[in-house]
């Protein structure tokens, strides 16, 4: 039989909430994955304070709550903890603090709010989105059959007419209806049914940087930075360089009047993350970043949606089709923006084996 504190610190290690155990003096004794995911410190060759890895307001709040708490042996929740650590990062959490009289050790438990509202906002995204993209492929399919016949008339008129001045103003409209029914047709056009196996995310991800030192302008530079520990992935490879490529793509054009312009692709491993309302415990993050002028705050809210874009000549198709890509795979994209620097992240949850096995 398995060792019970063998079984007790599996099982902790599985929950998405921090669990930080401390002793009376306010030491740290253990905590779980959860916890050191979320920026936690511990070392068990050494003693520390919890409160050396807190701001001052934290700190002090904090340890009257911990104090108070070992001494009334009473377990206490505060909703809405302001966390603020000494590297400044900020979170709102619930927490409870326990007393364990037999162990002679206080129990942390905190779930980050921010997630919660994460999962939200994700979902809320998610729906207005896909509405959108309903939409467009209905209008789409609308103006699909005018655009045939538009075309047709030209065509028509042009055989019939010979003076050059006809000729001229009935090609810009059999030209310009041409690529209208090419935007169209991409609209109406869903992504092709992913073709399923383990790759690896680096093997796609070189495949990109070829591709894209191939069309970028002289003074663009790409780098890579990516984290080798990442496992294989769960997709469709081709489909995956293609929703990358068109983020690339994206930037490059984005850079085109900016000086000693940069991209750089980075692979990281992500931890507690939403996706489309679920809180997935392990991911692959991706992020595409740039030191362009960023994002006009006009379109900021709708850049995945299908005929959006900043260029002028854009069709704005690029991210709503990697958006449709990574969502058949269960991921998602996210981006921020200001001024000298855009990244666009895409976090795709790292299936266990036997997950893949039974997919």
Not at 147 to 169: E, T
Request: with cysteine; net charge neutral; charged share 20%.
């Amino acid at each position: 039989m398995a060792d019970i504190n063998t079984i007790k610190n599996t099982l902790l290690n599985q929950l998405a909430s921090e669990i930080i155990v401390l002793d009376k003096d306010l030491n740290l004794v253990w905590m779980n994955d959860s916890a050191t995911s979320n920026g936690w410190i511990f070392n068990n060759t050494k003693t520390s304070l919890i409160t050396d890895q807190l701001g001052d307001k934290t700190s002090i709040e904090l340890t009257k709550l911990l104090i108070d708490c070992a001494t009334s042996g009473a377990s206490v929740t505060k909703r809405g903890f302001k966390l603020s650590t000494l590297s400044e990062k900020n979170r709102i959490v619930d927490l409870t603090v326990s007393w364990s009289g037999n162990d002679n050790v206080l129990i942390m438990e905190l779930f980050c709010i921010d997630n919660l509202n994460k999962i939200i906002d994700s979902s809320k995204i998610f729906s207005t989105q896909k509405i959108a993209a309903n939409l467009a492929r209905t209008l789409a399919h609308e103006v699909k059959n005018p655009l045939s016949g538009i075309k047709g008339s030209a065509q028509i008129l042009s055989s019939k007419l010979s003076d050059d001045f006809s000729k001229k103003f009935l090609k810009i409209i059999i030209d310009e209806t041409e690529r209208l029914n090419n935007i169209v047709t991409k609209i109406l056009t869903p992504p092709k049914k992913p073709k399923l196996e383990l790759f690896n995310i680096h093997s796609a991800l070189e495949k990109v940087f070829a591709l894209s030192q191939v069309d970028k302008d002289g003074s663009l530079i790409l780098k890579r930075d990516y984290d080798p520990s990442i496992p294989e992935i769960y997709g469709d490879e081709d489909l995956f360089i293609q929703a990358i490529l068109n983020i690339v793509k994206n930037a490059q054009q984005a850079l085109l009047l900016t000086t000693n312009p940069v991209i750089t692709i980075k692979s990281r491993v992500s931890y507690s993350q939403p996706i489309n309302g679920n809180l997935h415990p392990t991911l692959c993050e991706v992020s595409i970043i740039d030191n362009g002028p960023g994002i006009p705050t006009d379109i900021q809210e709708q850049v995945f949606f299908p005929m959006v874009s900043s260029k002028e000549h854009g069709s704005g198709l690029g991210l709503s089709i990697s958006q449709d890509i990574i969502r058949i795979h269960g991921g998602a994209i996210t981006f921020k923006t200001k001024s000298g620097e855009t990244a666009f992240s895409i976090q795709i949850p790292i299936k266990l084996n036997t997950e893949v096995q039974s997919a």
